[in-house]
């Protein structure tokens, strides 16, 4: 079964450092990986994908994330934090099609960030 | 679109009790997904369906928890009876699957269960 680790339960960064938020997954295969969001009192948005090709993924609001199969990471990174990124980053693997339980969606512990401004 | 709707927000009820937690998903979406949020053990997939049918039940904690899908556009999870180990978040998500790739997940707003 897959399974994902977000080592890092909180991190505060000041408003304009840079960001990485560390993620790694055990998946038998090439898994599907993602990048959520959860503000306060909302639901999960979706940050970027990663499904094949360009191991470098680019998401929305500036974030990027590269997948390293060598490392099994699939670390998010931002060059310039806003006040705006305060909130819990989730990452998660997912099977691919023709996989047992495909749909299926694992999430990490996520990551509780604060930007100190 | 309205995207993905979860009714209560917020639910607040006595140990003992039955809690029905409802979801709407995305008009033309044919996957349906329940996940639980705490804090202890993060995002926790419960249950999904496929076209209407429970494909995978094997994360439903408990007999006590219970889901239905009697059509593409509405869903129910259901606790009987409930106990404040149950407190958490419940998240609603859906998505049009077609076999050949995953399409994105969306994600209602949760309802905020509190079992006294």
């Known amino acids: 079964a897959q399974s994902v680790t977000q080592p890092d339960i909180h991190i505060t960064v000041s408003e304009g450092a840079s960001l990485e938020l560390r993620c790694n997954y055990s998946?038998?295969?090439?898994?599907?990986l993602f990048w959520y969001v959860q503000s306060p009192g909302q639901g999960l948005q979706l940050l970027l994908k990663?499904?094949?090709?360009?191991?470098l993924v680019q998401g929305i609001k500036g974030f990027e994330a590269e997948f390293k199969r060598s490392q099994s990471s699939f670390n998010l990174r931002k060059p310039s934090v806003h006040w705006s990124d305060a909130a819990e980053y989730f990452c998660?693997?997912?099977?691919?099609?023709?996989?047992?339980?495909?749909?299926?969606?694992?999430f990490g512990q996520g990551t509780i960030l604060t930007v100190h401004p | 679109d309205a995207g993905v709707i979860q009714s209560p927000r917020h639910e607040v009820t006595e140990m003992g009790q039955e809690v029905t937690l409802r979801c709407k998903p995305i008009?033309?979406?044919?996957?349906l997904f329940w996940y639980r949020q705490t804090m202890m053990r993060g995002l926790e997939l419960l249950i999904y369906?496929?076209?209407?049918?429970?494909?995978?039940d094997s994360g439903m904690p408990e007999d006590r928890f219970s889901a239905k899908m009697p059509n593409a556009s509405f869903s129910t999870l259901k606790i009987q009876p409930s106990e404040p180990r149950d407190s958490a978040v419940y998240f609603c998500a859906s998505r049009m699957s077609t076999g050949l790739s995953n399409e994105k997940l969306f994600f209602g707003s949760g309802t905020q269960l509190s079992v006294l």
């Open positions: 990663y499904f094949s090709g360009d191991t």
């Open positions: 008009s033309g979406h044919n996957s």
């Open positions: 998660a693997v997912g099977v691919r099609p023709g996989g047992t339980s495909y749909g299926k969606l694992t």
């Open positions: 998946y038998g295969a090439t898994p599907y």
């Open positions: 369906f496929n076209n209407n049918v429970p494909i995978d």
